[in-house]
């Protein structure tokens, strides 16, 4: 097979000691080529450890496949996880890919240039230092793979998964699935393919241990939305409405652990399945998947110091599906309890969203956008003070619909943090708490440190709140990762004097 794009290997020097121990650590950001087998491999494959010379090791699985090798079937690639945002250039190509993954690159690559603040010169430039390829190779690479996974993890007939991936035409999608894997759709099956119409379908997504699952569900239980969100029985559950192509595609999905696997499941419902990519590419943000553990935990470790168990490896960024409605929760979270947040923020769910028909109890409701509460107009104020929301929340709520619905401000995914943290702090009753919160919840900022937080004045007392920013300086740029940690050994601390 010829190859798409010249890919630079990786140093075998530096890589190979990571693919002869397994290194999870290096799980998603090395991938290993082997020219006997034609095949690439995650570095924690468990297949026979190949012999040295016969290793090319590569940025990311795109880089691989521009190279002439195919997915191995026994690793799995496109289980391994992502990268997260943290350095200039890298994260720029890192937002980037996110911005593709999650649906919203539909135009020519200089407007998704201009939309990051950059040249399209500069970003192929950047994006080829940091995945091997450049942007349109890269997506064509997440678009197969997923379709790999549907074809493995699923019986959904083939038509119906190549459009779920992202192609809009199946013989394009047949020709490049046989030019890069050099085997045919059907022929990866390893069941029988199913009816044309499910009820719901189940993928795995994968992250690096540890991985401390309880404490980011009980976060997220104590701010589920009613009727928008619910925790059960270990299983996060909500509703969701996306953009195909001008049509809004609405249903549910659920997210369960899979530790065996270190992936999670994800259960989407079928009228979800035209945007399943950018399904899953918000679970991924939501649970914070692309998370280094290994990396954050080695720089918070000395918190410790302060006093032991301020930090645990394995703590995880809590995120968001929907920008608008975490910061709607935000707003209302002011100066209250979390539990009357959540009510209140029910409320508005329940009156100004969208009922979905037919569902069994739980969640049924679609939170409503920033565009809905943008066209109403002043008259959102008074629906939403009609609600027990003060007046003052409920200005900042429709100055935030507005600046959304306008462009002014973007919550999506690749969005710079420290660019709409500015214009957050433009808008009316957003001071830095707020708006530090909402960067971290919807964009993954990795470096928000709320140091007037009631929970990390608690957690770090005895000290005011400018010392407390000037104690979280080494802590930079996992400052947000170090917030999340001082919130757990509270709810630890809180657990341990109930018993």
Known sequence: MKPLQAAVPLDPDICWPVLLARDARFDGRIFVGISSTGVYCRPVCSARTPKKEHCSFFPSAAAAEAAGYRPCLKCRPELAPGLAPVDASPALARRA???????????????????????GRHLRRVFLAEYGVPPVQYLQTRRLLLAKSLLTDTDLPVTQAA???????LRRFNALFQQRYRLSPSALRRQKEGPAEQERITLFLGYRPPYLWDE??????????????????????????????????????EVRPEAKKNALAVTV????????????????????????????????????????????????????FEPFETAVRAVLGQQITVRAATVLAGRVAASLGTPLPDLPAGPRFLFPSAADVAALGAAAEDRLCGLGIPRGRARSILALAQALAEGRLDLSAGADPQRQLQVLLSLPGFGPWTAQYVAMRTLSWTDAFLYTDCGVKKALPGRTPKQLLALSGPWAPWRSYATVNLWNFLETKKGADAR
């Open 216 to 253: 980011l569900l009980a976060f997220l239980q104590k701010r589920a939305i009613p009727g928008v969100e619910e925790v059960c029985g270990g299983v996060y559950r909500r509703t969701a409405a996306l953009l195909r192509d001008g049509e809004r595609c609405c249903g549910l999905f």
């Open 163 to 169: 459009f779920a991936a992202g192609f809009s035409s």
């Open 269 to 320: 419902s079928a009228p979800l399945l035209p945007v399943l990519a950018a399904v899953l590419a918000r679970v991924r943000q939501l649970f914070d998947l692309d998370c280094d553990p290994q990396e954050i935990g080695r720089r918070l470790l000395p918190m410790n110091r302060l006093q032991d168990g301020l930090c645990r490896p394995g703590a995880r960024l809590p995120g968001c």
């Open 97 to 119: 890919a996110a911005r593709m993954e999650d649906g919203l690159w539909q135009c020519s690559l200089e407007q998704l240039a201009a939309a990051l603040g950059v040249t």
